[in-house]
């Protein structure tokens, strides 16, 4: 920590400084700069430390030296995190693909759906039960007769299973059921809930927030880490800008940023991000092009009559259309798709 | 709900649109325009049939006329809502000012607030005992500790309380101390919380998300009038732009624009929104000036030494100085701040 | 500038940089952390170096200690500038209210807005005759004809004009006939633009980039400076966020920030921040209360028959109401509308 | 373009508008829904008619119907639009690699570049003479002596070149040197400087503008095409966004948006989106498998001497790297990079 004194700080500014440095048990270690003084703080510091000499007289700023977050950082932990589930690993050489709708209505649904996707490369299935909702009058979910669906068909068609958890109260519950946690956009910074998903030892997925910084959703990474729980996948969704022909916008430039300074898998999930299914293709090929270990596809069976996300949805040939796509982009990156195969093998 | 057609669409896609508007047991009223055929459906329409619509071959897009939230609106409850908290009125001409530190610290700490921000003009005390922290390494807030100290002070001063409670499984706990149960920006679509301080009759104060539209917080708010709870207070406090200068950007316009859609009182949190102390008396007295109903503001005896939040609280000082300046801009719009006589006389 | 190298640098990584920073003839200062050593680089340091030691292996960031404008800054020139206008000072003690049309329709639209304006107390008359368009379909306005028409409306009625320019190859032209060169938000990085206005010892009136920061924004201020012209006159009109409500969000804490960091006079426009007539009057408030020195609003005979921002414009009415809410609000911070009589004494 | 009215407007209100409109000379088609009179505008609407309606009493909003611009939209030219320039088509099934140095600086370092980034693969050659730069003291560009720099380097090495007019009493000097005119993203809505590129029959690439919405992007195309020039390159080089990892947001899903609403080529510009030369090979070849026509990257033979944009440039070895990822991205969405021997032969 860096602490820059105005050029108009007086001596007596610099020793109260200094003095509640080494009230904290820290160094002050001072440089006399052209115009600014500039006071070094050595030792182990903290949030709140920042906060205290910010305020005090003759201070201009506080430059945080070190990064925030620790167990997240590629620093700490040098080699990549491999995901299991199921057989499958993320975050390897291979590429995940999620695929499923985005709300479970019958079974009917998650059947056709499950076999599609399989039968398309897809390895994982996804389904939600608990459906986020911005209005309290859209489909909310079936809740555990949901969930139950989405397990059988996993079973029946030897996909691992995610499914969102939207609540500290519904962890047990969903865990019950699902292979991966998804924790939703809107509960990024839910650290309630992040705390009881860090407890448990499943694959949590944690979706970025719609309007938080690279830094913040690694600190969100950072709870769940801290709790005790190793098995994260971080999911680019798009964040909210300016920009309305898109419900969001994808970040794709987070796929590298989060490979250079963390060690957990990152996937893409460009159907949130596009909110248009036509516009699903391209950015899935972006982002593994990007260097992406996943993807998370919203496929239903029929797109206009889904209870939920219907416009953003894949149908069953389109999605098999982008997997005969995909295949040649992850080979192009010395990567390839995984396969039910290679599952089996693992 | 109105349907536009492409320039090249075919009539066969028309009767595909009119025939799927008809199937939902609504009515599809067809104009030709120039360019677009225009389709006006009519009767009760929902949300997942925009995203039905949309899909069908030849369909360009689907507007919306009606608003999505109704008990929120002013058009459904024409009359400015009062939210009655402990002899205080939130949404009438008098001015709230809710006061106090951003973490509640000690018993010291609160009852010397308590005292100063009282003693200042403030009506409400205002303290957190759980802390939504960006990092798990910050100061996460005393609990029910904390909770019992800030019910001891209101006690001991006459001010109703608020405090933030972070997790549907919180609810009852903190409703048990608090008169306010405040909802934090962060969880502002946690829509499990959303719907469980519903339930309560207590008053909610619902803090804008960081990234939320004023539609969407109006949504937020209509989870917990549809759970029958009709004491909201709105929060204005800052949303996320591109400036870093300040921690968040005030929207000032979200007052006078909250006043005119929806029947419920709005104040602002300076605090939040500026990040920094001195910010803070400029943009409270500009959220009165422009129509709030009171203002949430963080007091510290000691903002160098507070555990969360120290760079953006006010101490004594500059508390009272805001508040004598207050004044002459509440009596400038015809309103005046809510007093403790006024209070008693309620 | 502090040149932060990584934990892993190495001896040889510490040479080359301060090496580096000796060779542009600066001097390096070497402060061991715990877990990363910092060079502080002493001397007059530039833009470029920044970037040449970021590249430099071993080094983690690069800090920026001294803000990069100077002239502009509070630190270099203590006392507020105040720019007179035509017997107008503006940033003084006075609010001063620019108010008229968009764009400059009439001889008769110009004289009966700038007779209205007068008698309801504003004192600068505002008219666009070049207008930047998003579309090129839309009404460009009546150019030269339009700055006659403007300045001599300002000569019957005893008003200063405002005007904008939008080429550098407009600037003479227009200073022709305005008293005040206005710098329009698409033009704020306009670089040749302000090195034009810069030329001139015209007032200019510097609108807010769309997307500027505050630094950004002084920057562009710096270039006026830079070329000789003191008369600058800030003007926040409104930053793109995600919120569609409005057309823009007005940072009305951009407001005391300004006043804090520089000695420029600031302005608001909430007309353009708003887009909407109706939000005007409140955001008009919240500016003067937050300390703004000033208004530029747009006022339209008829706002439903304006060739340009018609559904931003009070008419003659609200506009005589707004005046008259203004005053209280000014004199509640200590201020008082500029007048024609303090005007004519000035 | 369709009038809403609201819930509780009034027969008279109705007459108002369909008299309004028609006194336009278009037609009003009314339809009664259940909580909306809606009324549809049928002729050549214009963009002040919405702004007049939406101002009259009863009037709850005004829909546009029909996008802004025509020129450059699918609709109007469903075939693409190729560009030529020296023997190179930008457009087509070839993808085109535009490198060199932000600035120029020398003949020696643009020759090196041209040297490497032409035996490396790339086909047109870019360098800055004129420099918009965010602050005045920071390097400004060579002007005229830059420009014969670049365009003898490129009749060196057989390249076409391309360089930023920033003004348009630039535009004439500029047109004289470079193969591409390039308006950069600060000039995007420089309305004055679009109509004189739109004069010369120059190819222009114009790069999206900060916080331009991809609607804006096209008007503002539509401006240059407008003027008579079709042959227009987009460039989408970041937009403005909360994140500061990266000095913008690349928003790569306006590469597959562009294609599908518009007949004009786009191309990526990753090193201006990312600010940081590691992430340029990860969003080039996001860029290129999400559909883009071609690159503008910038390269530099000792980026950290460069005296613009080092830490954004990557140097000869980095370029070739990328080069050889490129090759098979490309061939895996089915194109191929543009090369010199397609281009003799063309």
Redesign the interface.
Known sequence: M?V?MK??SRPEDISRVTK?IEDFGLKA?I?Q????T?I?V???V???LR??????PGV?QV?L??K??KLASR?FHPLDTLVEVGGVAIGGNEIVVMAGPCAIESEEQVHATAKAVKEAGATVLRGGAFK?????????GLGEVGLKILAEAGKEYGMPVITEV?????VELVAKYADILQVGA??M?????LDEVGKTKKPVLLKRG??S????WL?AA??IL??GNENIIICERG????????RN?????????IE?VSHLPIIADPSH??GK???VP??A???????ADGLLIEVHPQ?????????QSLNFDTFRLLMS?LE??A???SRKLASHDTRNKA
Request: aromatic share 10%; charged share 20%; hydrophobic share 40%.
């Open positions: 860096i820059v050029p108009s509640r270690h440089s700069g052209v115009d600014h500039v070094g050595l030792g182990k903290f949030s709140e906060d205290a000499l910010e305020l005090l201009e430059l030296v070190s925030p977050y620093e986020p909702r911005t209005s309290p009058y859209d489909f909310r939207m609540s500290p109260d519904q809107r509960n910074q839910n650290f309630v809930l719609l309007s910084t690279i830094q913040e600190l950072e709870y801290n709790a964040i909210r800008t300016f920009e309305n022909y898109t916008t994808m970040d794709v430039s987070s796929i590298p940023i250079k991000a596009a299914w036509y516009l391209a950015l090929l972006a982002a593994v092009a990007a260097g797109p206009d009559l889904a209870l939920a996300d219907g416009p796509q040649p982009v080979a192009a990156v």
